[in-house]
């Protein structure tokens, strides 16, 4: 399986900033999505990011509020911008198959559990 | 759109017994993939098990098994000999290929009591 790492693992910030949040991976994949997880709750797909095209945002996500970049094979972005509270979450990256794999299975990165003040 | 439900939202077992989660989809696909992930309070999700709709055999991985009914679209887990490292949250996921995103459900918050 790959192997993913994500930067910050946490975070306190103050609302009004933003923050962004590193997903790499070991291999180049085709397909990298974000996901939020509030309190409590199940996960919920913010955006599928594309190598070489913008990423593709899931309804009540919007680009401004959650840029994402995705400049390489092995690596994307995640921005939360003008947090607020309700912004505390935690944010996790998923990665799809190896390039020239055809599995099913996605694996997930460690996580980052943000908190907005 | 495919849905994924559990109807669980909390499970308790007693250490060494056998538990079983619930799960049920909805989805017009063929075929398609489904997975068990466990969520420890690390946070990190860690894939438990899988099953490919098109495999008619029940995926097996050491205490965890799944009884998957197609017709009724239906995945339960099946944990044996419960330790308390199985304490987590329990998420079903569809998939339908490898490059669209994973469909959660709600989760069941399992607790394995000494």
């Known amino acids: 399986s790959a192997v993913i790492s994500q930067k910050p693992s946490r975070d306190i910030c103050q609302r009004g900033t933003s923050l962004t949040i590193q997903c790499q991976v070991d291999?180049?994949?085709?397909?990298m999505f974000w996901y939020r997880q509030q309190p409590g709750q199940s996960l919920t797909l913010i955006a599928t990011a594309n190598q070489g095209s913008e990423a593709t945002y899931e309804s009540g996500f919007v680009i401004d509020k959650f840029p994402i970049s995705r400049p390489n094979l092995t690596f994307s972005t995640l921005t939360v911008s003008n947090m607020s509270p309700e912004d505390s979450s935690i944010y996790l990256c998923?990665?799809?198959?190896?390039?020239?794999?055809?599995?099913?299975?996605?694996?997930f990165g460690p996580g980052t559990r943000l908190t907005v003040l | 759109a495919q849905t994924v439900t559990q109807s669980q939202p909390e499970m308790s077992v007693q250490e060494a017994e056998t538990v079983t989660l619930s799960c049920t989809y909805d989805t017009s696909e063929s075929n398609y993939y489904l997975f068990w992930y466990k969520q420890p309070p690390s946070r990190q999700m860690i894939l438990v098990i899988r099953?490919?709709?098109?495999?008619?055999q029940n995926a097996t991985e050491n205490r965890f098994s799944v009884n998957f009914q197609k017709a009724a679209k239906s995945f339960s887990l099946k944990i044996s000999d419960s330790q308390l490292g199985d304490t987590a949250m329990y998420f079903c996921a569809f998939i339908d290929s490898g490059n669209t995103p994973l469909v959660f459900g709600k989760g069941t918050r399992l607790s394995v009591i000494a």
């Open positions: 291999s180049q994949v085709t397909m």
């Open positions: 099953q490919e709709a098109y495999k008619q």
């Open positions: 998923s990665v799809g198959p190896r390039t020239g794999e055809s599995t099913d299975t996605q694996y």
